[in-house]
């Protein structure tokens, strides 16, 4: 007499199912558990740095300065991160910037320079400081804008305050 057939196809079901509502409780018990045990940077205050503080860049008003402490910055600065937050750019035109460093004697060293990809879009950028930025100073940055973009060309970029990066 013939064994009766086994049916594989209800054992790998009721398997799957047994086994996907025990995943489902462990994923909503880990969400319950990160959301109520999550730590944000609200509680990390600075009297020295407020990260807040934007600057404006359009097509009449192409540089900032802002002053370098190693006091208040850090005394190694081996990156500096420029956060770019906002970009108003209809006609796209390309966006370069560049960063420099100068001593409060006067000698002004280029760091290095970046670009907005696509030229609408906001991010954060790290320009390496080659141990450059080590004494009092400046920190300047600069729009660097191609020569067919008209003074009523309508370009608005906010930046947040340039951090220096330790690691």
Same mark, same amino acid.
């Given at each position: 007499?013939?064994?009766?057939?086994?049916?594989?196809?209800?054992?790998?079901?009721?398997?799957?199912?047994?086994?996907?509502?025990?995943?489902?409780?462990?994923?909503?018990?880990?969400?319950?558990?990160?959301?109520?045990?999550?730590?944000?940077?609200?509680?990390?205050?600075?009297?020295?740095?407020?990260?807040?503080?934007?600057?404006?860049?359009?097509?009449?008003?192409?540089?900032?300065?802002?002053?370098?402490?190693?006091?208040?910055? *850090? /005394? !190694?600065?081996?990156?500096?991160?420029?956060?770019?937050? +906002?970009? $108003?750019? &209809?006609?796209?035109?390309? @966006?370069?910037?560049?960063?420099?460093?100068?001593?409060?004697?006067?000698?002004?060293?280029?760091? *290095? /320079? !970046?670009?907005?990809?696509?030229?609408?879009?906001?991010? +954060?950028? $790290?320009? &390496?400081?080659?141990?450059? @930025?080590?004494?009092?100073?400046?920190?300047?940055?600069?729009?660097?804008?191609?020569?067919?973009?008209? /003074?009523?060309?309508?370009?608005?970029?906010?930046?947040?305050?340039?951090?220096?990066?330790?690691?």
């Amino acid at each position: 007499m013939p064994d009766k057939p086994v049916n594989y196809r209800g054992q790998i079901m009721k398997m799957f199912f047994y086994n996907a509502s025990r995943v489902t409780i462990i994923a909503v018990q880990l969400f319950f558990y990160t959301a109520c045990h999550q730590k944000t940077a609200s509680h990390i205050t600075t009297d020295t740095i407020n990260y807040d503080t934007l600057y404006s860049f359009d097509v009449n008003k192409k540089s900032i300065i802002q002053p370098y402490d190693p006091g208040t910055m *850090g /005394s !190694f600065c081996k990156f500096l991160q420029v956060e770019v937050s +906002k970009v $108003i750019n &209809p006609k796209k035109h390309p @966006v370069t910037f560049e960063l420099h460093y100068q001593t409060d004697s006067v000698e002004k060293i280029f760091l *290095g /320079s !970046f670009s907005l990809y696509p030229s609408d879009n906001p991010g +954060k950028f $790290i320009v &390496p400081t080659g141990g450059k @930025v080590n004494q009092q100073g400046s920190i300047i940055l600069s729009l660097i804008l191609p020569a067919e973009v008209s /003074s009523r060309d309508t370009l608005n970029i906010s930046i947040k305050k340039i951090i220096c990066r330790g690691e």
